[in-house]
C-alpha cells in the first residue's frame, strides 16, 4: 500500500548505509597507518578530506541545527556525518583491493 510507514524497510535500508558506515571507520585506520609507514601509496585526498569535514563538522559548534537544542542539535551531527562516512567508504575501495591483493601476495 501506497502512503504507509514500513518501519521494517526503514530499519533494513539504515541497515546498509550503516554496514558503510562501519566499514570505512574499520578500513580508514589501517589504511593511514599503511600509508604513514609507506606502504601504501599515493595518499587518498578525498579520503582523508572526507574524514577531516566529518570529524569537524561533528565538533563544530556551528551546524544546520544547533547543538544546544537537545536532541535536535546532535541529530544533524549523526546525520550529516553518517552521509560523510558512508561518502568515506566509496573512497577506500583501492585501498581494500591493494590490501586484499597484498595477503593473497603474501600467502
Known amino acids: 500500500m501506497k502512503g504507509r510507514l514500513n518501519p521494517i524497510g526503514l530499519i533494513r535500508g539504515r541497515g546498509r548505509v550503516y554496514w558503510r558506515i562501519f566499514k570505512a571507520l574499520k578500513t580508514f585506520f ?4 599503511d600509508w ?12 582523508v578530506m572526507l ?36 561518502k568515506l567508504d566509496e573512497e577506500l575501495d583501492d585501498y581494500r583491493q591493494w590490501r586484499q591483493q597484498k595477503n593473497t601476495d603474501s600467502a
Do not use: K
Open 36 to 47: 604513514w609507514r609507506g606502504a601504501y601509496r599515493p595518499l587518498p585526498r578525498r579520503a
Open 51 to 86: 574524514m577531516g569535514v566529518c570529524v569537524l563538522y561533528i565538533v563544530s559548534p556551528i551546524d544546520l541545527i544547533p547543538d544546544f537544542l537537545l536532541g535536535w542539535g546532535w541529530l544533524d551531527d549523526v546525520i550529516i556525518g553518517g552521509w560523510l562516512l558512508a
Open 30 to 33: 589501517p589504511m593511514m597507518r
